[in-house]
Structure formats: C-alpha cells, structure tokens
C-alpha cells in the first residue's frame, strides 16, 4: 500500500516561470491538503480538497495559487509567475474523511525560484 | 506570537538523555499532535492527545497537556541518535477549520 506521492521531488523555476505539483494520494483516501513550509519554518496551511471540490483555500494566497482535485488523477497545485519568496517546500497529505486528527503526509515538493 | 510555539528552538543532548520539548498555543483546542520530520523529508505523526486528556504514552514518547496554561510538553526518553529530528506540534482548533503548525524544535541527538 503505497504513501503519499509527491512529484516532482525537486523543482528549479526561473521568475516568471509555472509551477506544478502533483500530490497523489494514498489509495482509498479522497481528502487532500496542501500545506507550504518556508526554510526553518513550520508548515503553513493553503487548501483542503476532495475530489473535484475546494473545501477550504483560505491559507492560498489570492493570486498566482490555484488547486485542483479531479475525479481522476492527482491533486495539482499550480503557481503562476513564481517568484522567488515562493521557493519552499510543499507538503500534501491526504485523509480517508474528512479529519484534522490523522493525516499521512508525502515526501514533499521543493520548490527553488531562482 | 503564533499558534503552536516550540520552546527550545533548538535542542543537543548526548545519546541515553532525556529531550524535552515545549509547545504553547493560544485558541481552544480539540486535539494537539507532534510530528517529527527528519531532514529534507516529510511528517511523520508521533502522537495525538485530546482536550480532555492530560498525559499519553507511546513507546519512549510521553506527552502532557494543560488546557489551564495552553500548553504541552513532549518527552522523548533514552534517546537515540536516530532521533534527530525537527519536531512540530500542531493544534487542531476548536473551529476545526485547519491544523496550525510551530515552527519547530530541531534535536540532534550526539551518539
């Protein structure tokens, strides 16, 4: 049963440039999250979803961010004209239910604007 | 301050000591978690106490909590160099919109 996937790993954008994350999550769970981690920072809530819904995106800066949750395929979280305080580290995790009390987390995406 | 605020910092202690960390935070509270992340990877969840619950064990973690003073304390005893580690505490809100994470306490463990 795999974990969480997160691709890519690493990801190296000039300024101006499109970012695009996938979060797969694991099987049988229909709630995602998306949180961001600056350097020595703790995460930092951005948007929950579930599938083809945004629940909650009030963590997600209004412009340049957007999430999506298809009924087939990833979560992709997509940052339009990156800059560079978008570089950081982006954490998915998902959840069977909805649930603030038991999410699995994936390896992360870092993000590097230069 | 913030919410979920981890007291040290940063923490070194030798191989078979005790590493106690701090975490305050400021709202009502359904649960607290801790989480360790282990560098350049993700979170992995430790623990999870609930409101009305004041110390919880797991293996050679215990945790308290004091509503009173809004606060929580993780004990990680014996420790081993594997260890090392960031730790985060989290608060789930009694508004149960989100989890809010510290910023983290970063123990490294010396073998």
């Known amino acids: 049963n795999a974990g969480v996937m997160q691709n890519p790993r690493h990801l190296v954008r000039r300024r101006g440039q499109e970012a695009r994350l996938r979060c797969s999550p694991m099987k049988g769970h229909s709630h995602v999250y998306w949180y961001r981690q600056l350097p020595e920072e703790g995460l930092k809530f951005m948007v929950y979803l579930q599938k083809e819904n945004i629940i909650d995106e009030s963590g997600m800066p209004k412009e340049r961010f957007s999430a999506e949750f298809p009924k087939e395929g990833p979560s992709i979280l997509r940052i339009q004209q990156v800059v560079r305080g978008d570089s950081a580290a982006y954490f998915c995790?998902?959840?069977?239910?909805?649930?603030?009390?038991?999410?699995?987390f994936g390896p992360g995406t870092r993000l590097l604007v230069l | 301050s913030q919410q979920g605020e981890e007291d040290p910092q940063a923490l070194s202690i030798q191989e078979g000591e005790n590493a106690t960390m701090n975490c305050s935070y400021k709202?009502?509270?359904?649960?607290l978690q801790w989480y360790r992340q282990n560098s350049g990877r993700g979170l992995v969840h430790l623990i999870l106490?609930?409101?009305?619950?004041r110390e919880k064990h797991s293996g050679r973690l215990r945790v308290t909590l004091d509503t009173s003073k809004k606060s929580s304390s993780l004990l990680i005893t014996a420790s081993r160099a594997a260890d090392t580690a960031s730790y985060f505490c989290?608060?789930?809100?009694?508004?149960?919109?989100?989890?809010?994470f510290g910023e983290g306490t970063q123990l490294t463990v010396n073998p």
């Open positions: 995790a998902s959840s069977p239910r909805q649930t603030w009390e038991t999410q699995y």
């Open positions: 709202t009502s509270i359904n649960n």
């Open positions: 989290a608060t789930e809100e009694t508004s149960g919109s989100r989890l809010t």
């Open positions: 106490i609930r409101s009305n619950e």
